[in-house]
């Protein structure tokens, strides 16, 4: 067991390390901020006095150096645009993603449950051709086209809810319904898959042969087994939604870490793109350790070695 924790977490801290280093030399890729900061007017003096209090006229592998060292102690710079710690930059906005990552995680889990067992429990055909084709369509429609679809139905035309931003409780619906209902189409397919391949074992066969209704066959057999292959899926999904918001941040003007990051960029603001690539990349390695934890706590079939 300790041999296995041990493994994982090196190769948590390997793939950090390699999204924090592809992620240094990447933006810098983007050209010299001090140039964006002083704008086109600016002398090519100018711009080389700004970079070089910048600390960005040394060579990168020394800049490289430099960020490392920062890191390790907690230190990943300062915003050039904001004057202000890139990390607390970006812890800032970090409640907002997590809210909406979380909060269409659990939507998109808790409905897709119960819709896949309404199918089991009744039997019906006709129920599950509907749900899967629903499903495959909305897996059709790119996010944010199906968001700005939403707003177009509930907040232009029937003015129900607000369209942009983080004005109130009631602002986060439209975003989580756009990114649970792809959440919801792949776990409903997911989970009806691993109840038909269920269904034809023979502990089922078995089962029936003795009597057992439909609801305790599902509940009680079925249910334990078929969720298995959605619990590394979700895990991987609930890592990925951190830094996968941000189509749907920037559709809704979501405050969040998504929206920060594209801006950043654009900006050419380095140490807060750096801080925000890191969070979600701890955030994605921290959710799929956990994974594995649980997958190994679920299926006894799985041994942690």
């Known amino acids: 067991m300790s041999r296995y924790l041990l493994r994982r977490l090196l190769q948590a801290v390997i793939s950090v390390f390699a999204v924090v280093t592809a992620t240094f030399f990447l933006v810098r890729l983007s050209g010299n901020p001090a140039a964006l900061l002083l704008g086109p007017e600016a002398s090519p003096d100018d711009i080389a006095q700004l970079s070089a209090s910048l600390g960005y006229d040394d060579p990168a592998v020394v800049q490289y150096l430099r960020f490392l060292a920062g890191a390790v102690t907690g230190d990943l710079g300062d915003s050039v645009v904001q004057r202000a710690p890139a990390l ?86 439209l975003p989580a319904l756009t990114i649970a209902s792809l959440e919801l189409a792949l776990y409903v397919r997911l989970l009806d898959g691993g109840f038909g391949e269920q269904w034809r074992m023979d502990y089922v066969r078995t089962a029936r042969a003795k009597g057992q209704r439909r609801h305790v066959i599902v509940l009680r057999h079925l249910l334990p087994n078929a969720v298995i292959p959605l619990i590394t899926v979700a895990g991987l999904n609930l890592g990925a939604l951190l830094g996968g918001t941000i189509v749907v941040e920037m559709v809704f003007n979501w405050p969040g870490v998504g929206q920060l990051i594209i801006g950043s960029i654009n900006r050419r603001d380095y140490p807060v793109v750096q801080a925000g690539l890191l969070v979600v990349a701890v955030f994605f390695v921290t959710v799929n350790f956990l994974v594995d934890l649980v997958y190994a706590a679920v299926d006894p079939r799985v041994r942690l070695r």
């Open 88 to 173: 607390d930059v970006v812890l800032t906005r970090l409640p907002y993603t997590l809210q909406l990552a979380l909060t269409s995680f659990g939507l998109g889990l808790a409905i897709a449950f119960g819709v896949v067992l309404t199918m089991q429990l009744t039997g019906s055909r006709h129920l599950r051709a509907a749900v899967l084709w629903l499903a495959s369509a909305r897996q059709a429609i790119p996010s944010f086209w199906f968001g700005l679809l939403l707003v177009l139905v509930f907040a232009v035309q029937l003015g129900w809810l607000p369209a942009l931003g983080r004005t109130s409780p009631i602002s986060l619906v």
